[in-house]
């Protein structure tokens, strides 16, 4: 049997997928510090937040390759709360974020066409493209006191094949916000090269630094001068990705906008992959979802500044600065393989940790964790990590 090459030949576990069965399998406790799924992360969820989605209006199919209106406005309005202003017509309902990265390349990329990707990064970006049949090349975002985009990089990475620049603000695992100053010179960039501009914006409600939110807001009112998509999605702002509710809004020059949401249009009308109770409700959710935002937003917030505090300057071990998002990176001695480290601490100190090459970091040696975790388990698998970290250096 000939199998297409969009997925991996290998699919076999790795290293570490296979010891965190075998550690589970011998009932030895594990204290998750890769915990994404805010679900499970102990969180008041308003006890009738779904009954929304039991709504009458939704026994009636009202098929729009862009979704309902009333939706598409809720998603207008919840921009709006950020203080931002995109028009309704100008938003596009998908079912998650990664199925608006698919709608995008299609319309954007034949196949074997580029897309620049930022490194470090969210590595499903990678698996996203090549499902696709896009090829993904990577520009690096530089870490001097905050990470920022390297344009020189991005100079060497770009390419005449290249359709799209995807920027993460806030970046997983990175936390970085994409400045003003930096979008602007990725938008003219961008435009120069006949490329659109992804911005990946799930996580941009959450904040790690007080506030640099607004500022760093990308526009999607007036003129980019390069096609511009935002993504965002209910499975991070209100902590509900079992919904299944994401969205693209478009801005950029008028003619290229209608030109793209003419393709959008074409081939969300193939799919008509959102489900109608959740557009019909998407309005209540966004509304009473705004609680659970709130306790995600404290929790991320404390457990970052938590860990700042807690982790001493001689540890070996240092907190890289980050802007937002769920997640936090840690630079470690470089004394083994990132896996080899992982790895010691999951089977010396039962605490499960990301190695930083899963998001291809360059350089140094780096785990990532998340701050979705409970107080309790957090500082005790915080305490571990340092406490391992602290080991291994004085004993390096
Ligand atoms: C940067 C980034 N974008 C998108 C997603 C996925 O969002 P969705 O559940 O809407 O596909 C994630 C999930 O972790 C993410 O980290």
């Known amino acids: 049997m000939i199998w297409s090459n969009r997925v991996d030949a290998n699919l076999a576990a790795n290293r570490l997928t296979t010891t965190i ?9 594990i204290i998750d510090l890769t915990l994404s799924n805010p679900t499970v992360a102990d969180f008041k969820y308003p006890p009738g937040l779904l009954n929304a989605l039991g709504h ?7 098929p729009e390759p862009f979704g309902l209106r009333e939706a598409r406005e809720a998603v207008a309005a919840d921009y709006e709360r950020r203080g931002v202003s995109v028009s309704a017509s100008r938003i596009v309902l998908t079912a998650s974020t990664s199925e608006a990265y698919s709608l995008l390349f299609k319309v954007l990329c034949d196949p074997g066409a580029d897309i620049l990707v930022p490194r470090p990064s969210y590595p499903l970006l990678d698996h996203l493209a090549r499902l696709d049949a896009v090829h993904t090349r990577f520009y690096d975002l530089e870490y001097l006191q905050r990470w920022g985009v390297d344009f020189a990089s991005l100079e060497r990475t770009i390419s005449p094949a290249a359709r799209a620049i995807v920027v993460v603000s806030p970046n997983n695992p990175t936390g970085s916000r994409i400045r003003r100053l930096e979008l602007d010179r990725l938008d003219r960039f961008a435009r120069e090269h006949d490329a659109a501009v992804i911005v990946d914006e799930v996580f941009v409600d959450y904040d790690l630094a007080n506030g640099t939110g607004t500022e760093a807001a990308v ?34 020059p008028p003619g290229l906008v209608d030109q793209a949401l003419a393709r959008l249009e074409f081939a969300a009308d193939a799919y008509l992959s959102v489900s109608t ?6 309005a209540d959710l966004l509304a009473a979802g705004g609680v659970v935002r709130e306790q995600i937003q404290e929790r991320v917030a404390d457990n970052y500044r938590h860990l700042v505090q807690s982790v001493p300057e001689t540890s070996g071990c240092t907190v890289l600065g980050a802007d937002g998002g769920w997640y936090a990176v840690l630079r470690v001695p470089a004394i083994a393989p990132e896996e080899d480290l992982v790895l010691a601490l999951l089977e010396g100190d039962g605490v499960l940790t990301h190695p930083g090459y899963f998001f291809d970091f360059q350089s140094g040696a780096h785990v990532v964790i998340s701050l979705l975790p409970a107080p309790e388990p957090f500082r005790e698998g915080a305490a571990r990590l340092i406490r391992h970290f602290a080991c291994t250096h004085d004993g390096a």
């Open 21 to 29: 069965a075998a550690l589970r399998a011998k009932g030895r406790p």
């Open 56 to 62: 009458t209006r939704g026994l009636v199919y009202r």
């Open 219 to 252: 526009p999607l009112q007036g003129e980019s001068s390069s096609l511009l998509f935002s993504l965002g999605g209910l499975s991070k702002s209100i902590g509900l990705p079992q919904a299944k509710l994401a969205w693209i809004a478009v801005n950029g």
């Open 277 to 282: 109770p959740v557009q019909e409700a998407a």
